[in-house]
């Protein structure tokens, strides 16, 4: 299948500091990226969709200011934590769709964030 | 999208073939039925999708009801990296690339040695 990589694969942070995830999809073009976010011991939610040069659609209940998407080429999404706090530890997972029908979507390797 | 129900967790010998239910009655006929599987700490991984007939690929097979309404993911031979958590999502796939996978609690599939 695709391959989709994230970096880092875990990163600690200060609280108050920010962070940022890249999502690549290494060997194709990627119209749609997605973010996930994962407790533990919980499933993954989704927080958000990105579209390549359009502004990302969040979910309800998912700060836009805070959770910071851009997705500027078709191989590139990015997510920024700002001014994380202990409670956005968590692990981030991106996904990413090639334009078509049924196509399956592949996943990064996901991101621990440990805000201290 | 459809909800989907799955056994909280099973067991499986090693060796033997594992069997994950999913029930999703209330699928709708555009509807497509997609397993995933998550390794801890890991990404999910793509396993297998149908519509209605049943699909096999390298790593699973795929049964579907005839009524659409339940599912089995077949594992023919468990090995110890089989252990994840499975995820079935019934999904509607339109011709652009917007759709989500919404992911519900899954089965955490214990293979035993």
């Known amino acids: 299948g695709a391959v989709v990589s994230q970096h880092p694969s875990w990163v600690i942070c200060k609280s108050g500091t920010s962070v940022k995830i890249e999502c690549r999809s290494l060997d194709f073009q990627a119209t749609t990226m997605f973010w996930y976010r994962q407790f533990p011991k919980q499933s993954l939610m989704l927080m958000a969709t990105?579209?390549?040069?359009?502004?990302?659609?969040?979910e309800q209940g998912v700060e836009k200011d805070k959770f910071l998407i851009n997705h500027a080429s078709l191989t590139l999404s990015t997510l920024t934590v700002t001014s994380a706090h202990p409670e956005d530890s968590s692990f981030y997972i991106c996904?990413?769709?090639?334009?078509?029908?049924?196509?399956?979507?592949?996943f990064g390797q996901g991101t621990r964030l440990t805000v201290v | 999208d459809a909800k989907t129900t799955q056994p909280t967790s099973m067991d499986c010998a090693e060796g033997r073939a594992a069997n994950l239910p999913c029930n999703h009655s209330t699928i709708s006929g555009n509807e497509y039925v997609y397993w995933y599987r998550q390794i801890h700490s890991q990404g999910p991984q793509y396993i297998i999708h149908?519509?209605?007939n049943n699909e096999t690929n390298e790593m699973a097979s795929l049964i579907i009801t005839e009524d659409r309404k339940s599912s089995t993911l077949i594992l023919p031979h468990a090995t110890l990296r089989d252990t994840a958590v499975y995820y079935c999502?019934?999904?509607?796939?339109?011709?652009?690339?917007?759709?989500?996978?919404?992911f519900g609690t899954g089965t955490l599939l214990a293979v035993q040695p």
């Open positions: 149908g519509l209605k």
């Open positions: 999502i019934v999904r509607v796939t339109y011709g652009g690339a917007t759709n989500t996978l919404i």
């Open positions: 990105s579209n390549e040069g359009s502004k990302a659609t969040y």
């Open positions: 996904s990413a769709r090639v334009a078509g029908i049924n196509t399956e979507a592949f």
